[in-house]
């Protein structure tokens, strides 16, 4: 049986969770710009004036390559769906997921609140590539392919450890900032934080893939 729907609707998901990687990295790094600007106090005007809006521009950039992210992800598994009925349980931790991705950005100067959201917006991206493995899982059952079943099934495992760990690093983050160590709360959130994650996201891009190459 030929799942069509589902091929072009995992297509898109790979495409997705590639702007998602970028985005990510885009809002990051003007975190970070933001932070190393108001650290060491630059005292030309101009020079600061610039780096901020190096740093605004890059993270209004990253918000937008983040909606085409929602867009592909969320037509894909719409896409999918129609082969595949497991699928379509992302759709609701993908809209929730976006919402809090939003808030919490727009919330950073009130960082207790920012980054309680990022725990919840972490949860959510692990639902979705939850749903999607199943989906991936019960595709390939029903095709009879073991080789991609016990892929989706293995993939689930260290998708989920990288995910706990950037729960908990996060919330460590938000102890420390609490205790005014906004140095290395940054450290934390815009670098170990992205590093765990591009661990889940190679594991979830050669699962989907695979599942639409196979589709």
Known sequence: MEYVNARKGLGRLFTGTVFQIISRAMIEVSFLIMLIM?????KDAEISFTNDMVAIVLMIMGLGVALIAFILNFIGVCKASK?????????????????????????????????????????CQFMVYQFIFNGIYDMSEKKGDEKLKNLSEKSVMPVMIAFILAAVITFV????????????????TGAVVPVVMIVAYAFVLRTVDAARCAA
């Open 173 to 188: 983050a938000l102890l420390l900032e609490v205790g005014h160590e906004a140095l290395y709360n940054s450290i934390l």
């Open 38 to 42: 108001n650290r060491i106090q630059i």
């Open 83 to 123: 082969d595949e009925k497991s699928f379509k349980g992302a759709l609701a931790f993908i809209i929730i997921g976006v919402i809090v991705s939003f808030v919490s950005t727009a919330l950073y100067d009130h960082r207790f609140f920012s980054i309680v959201l990022s725990v919840g917006s972490v949860i």
